[in-house]
């Protein structure tokens, strides 16, 4: 299954979106609807991530942040 997922690597100091595909065993595929999914790869969570998962905002929840900043950066110009 084909999800977009951010990448932060705290040792390159780098952040990233990539859309990667994923095996309909691993955590990221499970997700449906507004799910939220985060997995820590740690010295204390290797080989397997320690995995948080919940609802998020949903459609119209993420749209007004979008929104509100968009405004917030208007203002600033």
Known sequence: MLRFVGVVDVEEKTV???????AKTHPFAGTQYAD???????DRYT?????????????????ACIYADFLKVAKSC
């Open 47 to 63: 080989p397997q991530p320690l995995v948080v998962q919940g609802p998020g905002a949903g459609a119209a929840g993420t749209a």
């Open 16 to 22: 990233s979106v990539e859309l990667k595909p994923y």
């Open 36 to 42: 939220n999914i985060c997995a820590f790869t740690t």
